[in-house]
């Protein structure tokens, strides 16, 4: 079997690829191969049909690859992963790259994260307390997905009178050569406990020597009502980056968007993609996001802040844009219907242009031509 890879709006440099496989793949292990270049490969299912996955060296705009699927007799040391007994623990090459922590606090999070310089790129607190780092807003818990009114409910801050998300279980959870994946299912209830979101969860991470990338997809289905989301900045997918990375600090840290904006001119703009570099453990390295075409009202607006704040809200229009009358970015989720949200953080070494973050986001936002022979 082989399959030709052409790159024909974008160029493909350390990017994931997917690729709908129709027929019986190869034994596992399986790598591509291009001359004596050898990549290697894991199949994938998903939604009923099957794929076959790999993290493309380099492939320049207008250029095509060949390549042939065999079994890699070179077998690659990549991702496990484990259930230890409140959060789902990941590792690659033997290191941890992330947790999925699912039960203990109000809402699940990801947290540690690890950058590409295998070193913390998320703050530490409230989950740890770490000299140096500030400890204001304890519900920022690293990497996480949630909104600040919800019905009327506040699912964003935590505590008494507050909404929380409950985990309800892990559909699945796989872990190979090029990638982890998962899907956990949650559920959104108000403070009187009554439930009125289900919520499916699907992180998918991969890696490469200079790039870690994590795939976050929600999908939220209202259950015994309508659900408005509503008109306010505090939301929705969020990150609170190293303390040391922050714009306020002075110490090196930098927020760019699609739009060349920067630092505190970026809050409240939309864009594309959003990207916060600083300095960590004397290593420049960045976390940018990118918002997935089909979102709600893509490009989205960047609730991020110099003090390390980093979200993608596409509710609050009232708090983003000047004159706006207050329920503007209000959105109503009808019964039994389901909005579904995709990110893709994209880990990396260097400043937003010496890395590439705009040539990345291209290779996320239009995928390659693929060709089977």
């Not at 320049?60 to 690659?76: L, S, V």
Request: charged share 25%; aromatic share 10%.
């Amino acid at each position: 079997m082989r399959i030709s890879v052409a790159a024909r709006q974008a160029e493909y440099r350390q990017t994931p690829i997917w690729a709908e496989w129709r027929g019986v793949p190869p034994q596992s292990p399986i790598a591509l191969q291009r001359s004596a270049e050898l990549i290697p490969a894991q199949v994938v299912e998903s939604a009923g049909k099957r794929y076959l996955v790999w993290v493309e060296p380099e492939l320049p705009r207008g250029k095509t690859h060949h390549y042939a699927i065999r079994p890699n007799p070179r077998p690659t040391d990549g991702f496990t992963h484990k259930l230890a007994e409140n959060a789902l623990q990941i590792a690659y090459k033997g290191k941890p790259f992330t947790a999925h922590v699912l039960r203990g606090a109000p809402k699940p999070y990801l947290y540690p994260v690890y950058g590409p310089n295998d070193k913390p790129i998320t703050r530490h607190f409230p989950m740890q307390m770490v000299q140096g780092e500030r400890t204001d807003h304890p519900h920022h818990r690293s990497i996480w997905f949630t909104h600040g009114e919800v019905n009327g409910a506040d699912f964003w801050t935590e505590g008494a009178g507050r909404g929380v998300i409950v985990h309800r279980g892990l559909e699945r959870a796989e872990s190979g050569p090029v990638l982890a994946r998962w899907v956990a299912r949650n559920q959104w209830q108000l403070p009187d406990g009554k439930p009125i979101l289900d919520e499916a969860t699907e992180v998918i991470c991969y890696a490469a020597p200079d790039s870690r990338w994590i795939d976050y997809t929600v999908a939220l289905t209202a259950l015994d009502a309508d659900v408005k989301f509503g008109d306010t900045k505090e939301g929705t997918f969020g990150v609170r980056v190293a303390s040391s990375m922050e714009v306020a600090r002075n110490a090196g840290g930098q927020i760019v968007n699609a739009s060349g904006q920067r630092d505190r001119e970026a809050w409240g703009k939309r864009a594309p993609w959003c990207d916060y570099t600083g300095v960590v453990e004397g290593d420049t390295v960045g976390i940018a996001i990118f918002d997935h075409p089909a979102n709600l009202r893509h490009p989205t607006y960047w609730h991020v802040r110099d003090y390390g704040l980093f979200a993608a809200n596409p509710f609050g229009v009232h708090d983003f844009e000047a004159g706006k009358p207050k329920g503007t970015g209000d959105y109503t989720l009808k019964k039994g219907e389901t909005l579904t949200f995709r990110y893709r953080l994209w880990l990396h070494k260097g400043r937003t242009e010496e890395a590439g973050v705009a040539r990345q986001y291209e290779a996320y936002r239009t995928p390659p031509t693929l060709i089977w022979r």
